[in-house]
Structure formats: C-alpha cells, structure tokens
C-alpha cells in the first residue's frame, strides 16, 4: 500500500527518498503548485497522480488523460512520476510529450479525452512546478475539485485497481501547429516581434505566426529553463522593456510577448507602449462585437472598468459580466454565460466559436490581435490604444505574504474597508462609492478609481491592482490608500513591482 503523505521532510534523506512529500497549501484554487524538493518530492507527485486517477473514477469520467510537460529541467521527471501515479489509479495515459499548456487542452478534442494534466509553473520562477489539470473540456479545475483531490492526496485514501495504459503520440506539435496555421494568411506581412523569454513558446510561436504570414522577429525564443534574462511573464515590466525595446529598435508594428506554458500573450504597440491586457481586451471587445450582434464577454475584478463604461462597446449592444479572477473561473464563466470572449488582465483570454474552443491559448489571442490589425490596416496598434477612453492603470503589483497567511490577511482587509464604508470614511480623500468583494475587495470611489486587493491562487503573495479615469495623482493617491491598509499587517512584505 502507498504510504501516507508527510507535509515535510528534510531533502538527500533516507526519509525523503523513501516517503511522498506533499504541502498542503500546493493546492490551489484552481490549480496546484509547488517548490520542487522543499514542498514536493518526486514521490508526492506519484500521490497526486494517484489522487487525481482516483478523482477521475469517482466522478464518473472516462478514465483516459492528456499529459504534456513544460521546458523546465525537472518538468520531464515530474511528469513519469505523474504518470506512474496515474497508471496505479488505471488511467489511460496519452502522452504529448514537450508542449504549451494550449496544447494540452487542445490534445482533449483532437484526441477525444476528456481529461488533462499539463505538467508546468507557467509564469513561477525556477523551482517551481505545478499541474493544470481537468475532468470537462476545457474547463480545469476549480475550488471544489482541488480541495477533493487535497483530500484524497493528503489522507492516502487511493484506489488502485491497475489495469492503466500508455501511449505516446508522436509528433503531436504538428497537429497542433496545422490546427492553428489551417486557415488563410495575413492580408500583409504584419512585422511583429515575438518574445518567449525562453520559455517552452519559443519552439512553437515564431514557426506558427510566420505560417501565417507574419514578419516575425524573434526575441528570447531560443528554449533555456533557466531563464537567463527574465521570467517568461507578459505581467512582469521587465519583459515588456525588453520587447519594447526591440519593437523600437526594428520598427515593429507589434510586440507579442508568450509567458512560460505558451496560454497568455503580452502586447506592446508600434511606439513602444506596454498595453495592460484588460486594456487590449477592450480594443479587441470593441473589434469582435462589431462583428458579433449583442456579444458577451466576460472579465476579472482586476481588469479595467472600461468595460462597463465604453462607449463603442455599449453603442455595439456589448455586455460584460464581471467574475472572480483565476483562468479557471473565467474559463467555465465564459463557458456557463456562452460568453464570446474572456479576458483577464494577467493576460489570459478565452475564445469560444468560431473564435476558439473555449479555453486559453496565447496563440490564439495573439492571431485576434494580428487579425484586428488585418482589419484596421489603416491604423496602428498605437492609434487603436489612443482611441480608448483615457485612463491610468497599474500592472499588477504583488507583495509578499505565505500561503498560510494571505487569505486570512485578505479577509481582514475587506473587513476593514467594509467598517469605513459603513461608518462615511473616505478612500483616497473620497467618500467610498462601491465595494466589490465576489475575489477580495475592489473599492471604488466615487470619481471611478479603484484599487483592488486579493490573494493570488499560485504563489505566496497577494494581488495588488490600482486605475484612475482622472489622473495619474488619482491612481497614485489610491494606492497610498490600499498600502496603507495593507501595512496594517505585518504579515504582508515587499512588492515584486510597483508604482
């Protein structure tokens, strides 16, 4: 019988080589991550695999699953201990080898399984590991599947009935690729550059966008799991300054940054200017439901209130439901609503037909972009960014806080903006017009600028997000606000970013 997790052990000892080391608080809203070796070992990732084959049979789906793994050193490893786990638990195993997690999703349809496991940290620096994974395509999982399989790994309640099987598809990246690339080209050459951070996107993205009849400009491509020089996150600043650079220096029309598992893409305009992803789901909002009468959409707590307030978009009959942020939860949003588009502002965007297939692809997001382009040929990127209504806006900025406090933190920090609300307190020298409290708090005051605070799903640290429609001093001023809140806890440390 398989042992019983243990939450810690020290590494290199007998213990750690002979018993599953599993963390509690790797299991996320909505996916899981961990820092290999301190908080998972090899073993523990044979436990997940047999939890989650256990899940599967007890929720009554087709015991059959996709497995792919990201470029990480250690990801290839992870992924046989995954599987051993999940042959144990009598799952058959269609293995992709090397892939985006899009690819992943996209193997569930092509090779009709109705289960996922993609073996990656996406954006986490190195160290990290995680599985997306899923019973329902293409949803993934949300809070109420993950806390089963917590339970299930935690208390080495496995059923192992054997009887698993393996097959390896072989050259499935083409398939993928010919998915993608099987429809007509660009009107123009388009001259992007196209940035992976070398990250696993940089042996897929440049050789589909030059398909396509993209003028590609390759930057970071080359596949280097240590990421020498930044983490493949189109989040993160630093990324963005390299491809705005680039874009500047070749004379680009666009910049298309991939992040670590190829299902988000970071945008930068033809005059160098990053392009928050909520902001870009706007413009392509405003291009997609031109085209589509009465479109859906569906958006995140962290993303630009220009969806409710655009003109172009309620003149187009658009309407936008704001959910819970997470890929999983605006994935079955999108799904339940039969939403046209989702978009998150960290970049993850869900198209449904004759779009996509509803789950996360950041080729996909980079061809609408390209595509809306097509349409516009006589404006650049720059000009269909100056066309929005004017607003400030932060990247998201993330302070520090372990995965034991954060949500206790959080809980506290809505509480305390909900007593100000309650007792006329102002925010920001304004009286506090809304609270948003569907994923942490969003506190809106009465001139439209908000600042949002929730606890991240995939690392220790919160999630700190702040826009202004008046002012750069406006979006400054409620930042100052949320801080000082947030230092009310010492628990919370430094930011990775900030204003």
């Known amino acids: 019988m398989f042992e019983k997790p243990a939450a810690q052990l020290t590494p290199n000892t007998y213990e750690f080589e002979t018993t599953p080391l599993v963390k509690p608080t790797g299991f ?74 899009p690819m992943a999703y996209f193997a569930q349809f092509d090779l009709d399984v109705p289960c996922v496991a993609m073996v990656t940290a996406s954006h986490n620096d190195n160290g990290w590991t995680g599985v997306k994974m899923g019973a329902n395509r293409p949803l ?79 930057l970071d491509c080359d596949l280097d799991h240590t990421f020498p020089n930044y983490n493949p996150n189109p989040e993160d600043m630093k990324m963005l300054h390299a491809i705005r650079d680039k874009v500047l220096e070749t004379g680009a029309e666009v910049g298309l940054g991939f992040d670590g598992d190829g299902d988000r893409c970071g945008i930068v305009d033809n005059e160098g200017e990053e392009i ?73 965007y869900f198209f449904n037909a004759p779009i996509g297939r509803g789950y996360d692809d950041g080729l996909v997001s980079a061809i609408a972009v390209l595509d809306m382009m097509d349409r516009n040929p006589e404006k650049t990127v720059a000009d269909l960014r100056r066309a929005l209504p004017k607003t400030w806006g932060s990247p998201t900025m ?70 202004s429609p008046v002012s750069e001093q406006r979006l400054r001023d409620m930042f100052k606000a949320i801080d000082t809140v947030l230092r009310e806890n010492p628990e919370v440390g430094e930011y990775n970013q900030t204003l």
Request: proline share 3%; with cysteine; hydrophobic share 45%.
């Open 28 to 101: 996320r809203e909505y996916d899981a991550r961990w820092l290999f070796e301190k908080e998972i070992n090899l073993m523990g990732i044979q436990a997940l695999g047999m939890g989650l084959g256990t899940l599967v049979h007890e929720l009554g789906v087709r015991p059959e699953i996709v497995t792919g793994h990201d470029f990480r050193g250690y990801s290839a490893s992870i992924k046989m201990a995954l599987i051993n786990g999940l042959l144990a638990a009598g799952m058959k195993v269609h293995d992709i080898g090397l892939a985006m997690s």
């Open 140 to 218: 993934t999982f949300g809070p109420d599947e993950m806390g089963r399989l917590r339970d299930i790994v935690l208390a080495g309640d496995f059923k192992t009935p054997g009887g698993g099987a393996y097959q390896f598809h072989t050259g499935f990246a083409e398939r993928y690729i010919a998915d993608l690339t099987d429809r007509p080209k660009m009107k123009r050459p388009i001259k992007a550059v196209v940035a992976c951070g070398n990250g696993t996107a940089g042996a897929f993205a440049p050789k589909i966008l030059e398909a396509l009849g993209v003028d590609v400009i390759p």
């Open 276 to 348: 928050f992803a909520d902001k870009v789901g706007v413009m392509l909002a405003r291009d997609l439901s031109a085209l589509h009468d009465n479109a859906q959409f569906v958006v995140d707590v962290k993303s630009t209130g220009l969806f409710n307030t655009d003109p172009v978009l309620q003149a187009n009959g658009a309407k936008t439901d704001y959910f819970k942020t997470g890929h999983s939860y605006i994935k079955r949003r999108v799904t339940d609503l039969n939403a046209l588009a989702g978009f998150e502002k960290s970049g993850h």
């Open 398 to 467: 993330a302070p520090k806080c372990s995965d034991e406090e954060k949500y206790a933190v959080v809980d506290k920090v809505v509480e305390r903006f909900t007593r100000m609300k309650e007792a006329g307190e102002q925010v920001a020298g304004q009286a506090i017009a809304e609270l948003i409290t569907v994923n942490g708090v969003r506190v809106v005051a009465e001139d439209g600028t908000w600042g949002l605070v929730r606890a991240s799903s995939n690392k220790p640290e919160l999630v700190v997000v702040v826009e």
